[in-house]
């Protein structure tokens, strides 16, 4: 395997402005690989880099998804991340798709709610303001706060395709949260309110304790169910045919080994 000499020291962990340098290893001579995109992909990346052993990776989840193509597309990272299908007009332009996974989005609560289900019609009512109290879909007499993550998220475009139809976001109590993972802060602390967000995202969240995923009409929250309505396949992309170490790396995320990883948080392609 071809070896590219380090660009920043071993062992330093920087996280600024969403942008994390992971050197896992601790052996110089590691290749540098860049990364792009979503920060649910960017879950399996900073998992991966603990382990990974022949590279060390710049993580920037703050483009999202959007973000990942317009970087790999430009020639401006090594490595793409998408949480859903990646945009026609992307492969085009030369960009290839890698699956690694199938992510699933969750529709998350304050832990007191006692709501534990919402059919999708319920669901589209709340996150396009027509439905405002909880006690219209069996809750408390309380206002219902939405969160959304950003515009530029998969996330929140994923949710709008499979629950809004061609609806829009809309409603007096909706906000947006930036970065995605402050959603469950903002549910956690808030026991009216309602969100969006990735199952991956939770785990190890320092408000998981206080928030919970709701079932879909008759289909439970979780990974393991085939049928859950909410899920967007996981990319990662590349500029051409992948080459070297970033080859390495995909085929490693592919593996046994890699799918280990992946299958802590999503459904693996293994």
Request: no cysteine.
């Amino acid at each position: 395997m071809r070896r590219f000499p380090s660009l920043f020291p071993v062992g330093i962990l920087l996280a600024t402005a969403g942008v994390l340098l992971f050197s896992p290893g601790g052996a110089p001579g590691k290749a540098a690989i860049r990364y792009v995109g979503s920060s649910t992909v960017g879950k399996f990346i900073e998992e991966a880099a603990k382990v990974y052993p022949d590279a060390q990776f710049t993580i920037n989840t703050k483009p999202e998804s959007g973000g990942g193509e317009t970087a790999t597309a430009a020639g401006k990272t090594d490595l793409g991340g998408v949480a859903r299908e990646v945009k026609e007009k992307i492969l085009k332009a030369g960009v290839k798709k890698h699956l690694i996974g199938r992510d699933a989005i969750g529709v998350w609560v304050n832990r007191k709610n006692p709501v534990g289900s919402l059919t999708r019609e319920q669901l589209k009512g709340i996150f396009t303001g027509k439905i405002s109290n909880w006690k219209d879909v069996g809750g408390p007499d309380l206002a219902i706060h939405v969160y959304v993550v950003n515009p530029q998220s998969a996330t929140r475009k994923v949710f709008r395709k499979v629950i809004l139809g061609k609806a829009r976001y809309a409603g007096k109590n909706l906000a947006t949260v930036r970065p995605d993972k402050a959603v469950l802060d903002k549910v956690g602390a808030d026991p009216q309110a309602i969100g969006q967000l990735s199952f991956a995202l939770a785990v190890g969240h320092p408000a998981e304790a206080e928030v919970k995923k709701i079932a879909i009409g008759d289909q439970a929250a979780s990974v393991a169910n085939p049928d859950y309505p909410i899920t967007r396949p996981l990319y990662l992309i590349t500029k051409g045919e992948p080459v070297g170490p970033v080859a390495d790396f995909i085929a490693w995320a592919r593996s046994e080994g890699g799918q280990s990883i992946v299958k802590k948080y999503f459904v693996g392609v293994r």
